[in-house]
């Protein structure tokens, strides 16, 4: 047990350790980190899972005759494409006359995960995060008494310490808000989000795992899969995702029922990605330093690991031998940045290269492309892909989880499948697509005709909430969640 807990002490160092650090180095910390944790937590024994004691609630659930409040909780507002989802389902939420407040756990820890915060603020949307862990445990002391605030941190052996800290902040926090629904997104928050809501009783608790199961990612904790499966058989909790192959993947992976898991699909508002003047995106080229003429070959994603940085700029490279007037850009930030630096001098592109960071205008920044690459080893639902498709621009993407299921392969863009090529043939099979887009093989055009109206039959932004309301309603009928 001890040694478990030591694991989550170290977990919980992590982001004062990188700040001490230069930024070249959070990369290989960040990889040896988690490595140390996952070996620690895997040869110490797992407790078993246990419910949380309930605490009583302080304040009525409903106040002045208003329904009461949805909380939506994630770990910060970082560029990644979950985050963009709840902006959009916040907003979308706000316009229906819903309260809701988003919660997040290291919102304060970097600059880079505040990315979105001043777009809540503008709107006036509420985003919280929460009290250290010493100050919710006195908050719960103070408003449910001692004792069954002594009774709920004993129901809490089984996590690791930095986990078991969250769910505390997270209860406190729940507890003075008294929501009806709590709605927790990705794999540790919304496991945190959970068990923090069990303990208040609440009638509704929703997560939503925005790719593959967790078992793909560097971030995989031991912890994760038992908790998943005793939240799967709880009747309060739907466990929800924006694919049918990310629904698929962690139904398997919890020896669930194939339609265990809800698909709800990302929602996107069509009408802020119509497609700029061609005044405006030359403007806008003129801004990040490119001239007029020649081809533009793109990239949107996190400079990490799962993105496969280093396979982009090999495509690119291989592009470059093959179209003379390419350029190459890069949008997005992350811990490989030097690491890709390094690759496009040794590949010779760093002269037709670009990388500019997160850009907050992706209408002009896609519109620009003429072919947007995505080189994603794994993927939920990638929203990039969908905006470019509602822009006119083509796309040549990797079979990456539900990737497939956000395009039309040879109208929007060209599906290469990598379980039809070798690894060393990767980068040549996708160089190949790229150029017979280039070479006029889907023009805009024809992705102008098909793309916007496909985007809107399945993954329109009213659909999205209207379904998430839905799964909101703590009477509607739940999937079955019985082991397969």
Not at 436 to 464: C, N
Request: charged share 20%; hydrophobic share 45%.
């Amino acid at each position: 047990m001890r040694v478990f807990r030591f694991a989550g002490y170290v977990h919980r160092v992590r982001p004062y350790l990188r700040r001490l650090l230069p930024t070249h180095l959070h990369h290989p910390a960040g990889h040896f980190s988690r490595w140390l944790v996952r070996c620690i937590e895997t040869y110490a024994p797992m407790p078993p899972i246990s419910a949380p004691s309930l605490l009583p609630r302080a304040r009525p659930a409903a106040q002045g005759g208003h329904a009461p409040p949805i909380v939506l909780v994630n770990a910060a507002l970082a560029t990644g494409g979950a985050e963009r989802q709840i902006v959009n389902l916040l907003e979308g939420l706000a316009a229906r006359g819903c309260r809701a407040t988003l919660l997040t756990l290291h919102l304060d820890e970097r600059p880079d995960l505040r990315f979105f915060l001043s777009k809540l603020a503008a709107a006036g949307l509420e985003v919280r995060n929460a009290m250290p862990p010493a100050a919710a445990a006195a908050y719960l002391v103070g408003a449910c008494g001692a004792s069954p605030f002594a009774a709920f941190r004993d129901g809490l052996r089984w996590p690791p310490a930095d986990i078991r800290d969250d769910i505390v902040r997270l209860a406190a926090e729940l507890h003075a808000i008294g929501p009806g629904v709590v709605h927790g997104w990705q794999d540790a928050t919304g496991i945190v989000a959970a068990f923090a809501a069990l303990a208040l009783g609440l009638p509704r608790i929703v997560i939503s795992g925005r790719n593959l199961h967790p078992g793909h990612f560097s971030h995989a904790r031991p912890y994760m899969r038992p908790a998943y499966a005793y939240l799967a058989g709880r009747p309060e909790v739907v466990l929800t995702n924006n694919s049918r192959a990310g629904a698929r993947s962690y139904a398997d992976w919890l020896g669930l029922q194939p339609n265990a898991i809800r698909v709800i699909r990302n929602g996107l508002d069509t009408g802020a990605f119509s497609r700029p003047t061609a005044d405006e995106i030359a403007a806008f080229r003129l801004s990040i330093g490119l001239r007029p003429g020649g081809v533009l070959v793109g990239g949107v994603f996190r400079l990490q690991a799962e993105k496969r940085p280093l396979l982009w700029l090999e495509v690119a490279a291989r592009v470059s031998r093959k179209v003379p007037d390419a350029h190459f850009v890069v949008f997005g930030s992350g811990t490989m940045r030097r690491q890709l630096e390094k690759a496009a001098a040794r590949l010779s592109i760093a002269d037709r290269l670009l990388m500019l960071g997160n850009e907050p205008n992706m209408r002009l920044a896609l519109a620009m492309l003429d072919v947007l690459v995505l080189t994603s080893a794994l993927e939920g639902t990638p929203n990039v892909v969908l905006e470019a498709t509602c822009l006119g621009v083509p796309v040549v993407v990797t079979d990456a989880g539900g990737t497939r299921e956000a395009m039309i392969d040879g109208h929007t863009g060209l599906l290469v499948r990598e379980q039809a090529v070798s690894k060393i043939g990767l980068a040549d099979a996708l160089s190949r697509a790229v150029a017979q887009i280039l070479a006029g093989a889907i023009s805009k055009e024809q992705v102008g005709d098909v793309g916007p109206a496909f985007v809107q039959a399945a993954f329109g932004f009213d659909r999205m909430i209207d379904q998430t309301l839905a799964l909101y309603d703590p009477n509607e009928a739940r999937p079955s969640c019985a082991p397969h």
